[in-house]
T-cell receptor
């Protein structure tokens, strides 16, 4: 069965420090992996995706994610956090042969000044 | 492009009333998704359309829920009769099938009293 795990409900980071939001997945075959961000009272906003190719994917707002096939992980990272990065972050995966995205439960990222 | 448009943004109604949520996908997108988001269950896929045809409605909670897509630029999600447990934020998302990521609307916050 396909699944996505975001093991941390909340991540706290000081402004200017690097941040990591973790995601692991289970899917048959080659995965398509996504990160979305949700600000309060807003819809989900696409950040980045991994389909194929380079394992390090760069996305919006300075975020990047690294696909690690052996660890079945797709952690979201940013070298220097901003207070405005505070939001809810969702990881999602779909199998190559399936349209449906499987969503993680979300991780609340809090960046403190 | 204006992005995915949803209306209304907020809806408060009494139990037993009919509720209709509306969505205009991004022009040119072939796929449309309706989601429901609650604190308890997270993000749930309700129904998926491809080229205006419902492909998977297995996520629709019960017969009180129905969805239509009469043309490529409009979709509705109807709840009749509504119940308090239907209170949630309902999102519409569209996708150009070949690039995989979904673009979300701002959502409709539904409160059923």
């Amino acid at each position: 069965a396909q699944s996505v795990a975001q093991p941390e409900d909340q991540v706290n980071v000081a402004e200017g420090n690097p941040l990591t939001v973790k995601c692991t997945y289970s899917v048959s075959g080659n995965p398509y992996l996504f990160w979305y961000v949700q600000y309060p009272n807003r819809g989900l906003q696409f950040l980045l995706k991994y389909i194929t190719g380079d394992n390090l994917v760069k996305g919006s707002y300075g975020f990047e994610a690294e696909f690690n096939k052996s660890q079945t992980s797709f952690h979201l990272k940013k070298p220097s956090a901003l207070v405005s990065d505070s939001a809810l972050y969702f990881c999602a995966v779909r199998a190559h042969s399936n349209y449906q995205l499987i969503w993680g439960a979300g991780t609340k990222l809090i960046i403190k000044p | 492009d204006a992005g995915v448009i949803q209306s209304p943004r907020h809806e408060v109604t009494e139990m037993g009333q009919e509720v209709t949520l509306r969505c205009k996908p991004i022009s040119g997108h072939n796929s449309l998704f309706w989601y429901r988001q609650t604190m308890m269950r997270g993000l749930e896929l309700l129904i998926y359309f491809n080229n205006n045809v419902p492909i998977d409605d297995s996520g629709m909670p019960e017969d009180r829920f129905s969805a239509k897509m009469p043309n490529a630029s409009f979709s509705t999600l109807k709840i009749q009769p509504s119940e308090p447990r239907d209170s949630a934020v309902y999102f519409c998302a569209s996708s150009p099938t070949e690039t995989y990521e979904q673009y979300f609307g701002p959502g409709t916050r539904l409160t059923v009293t």
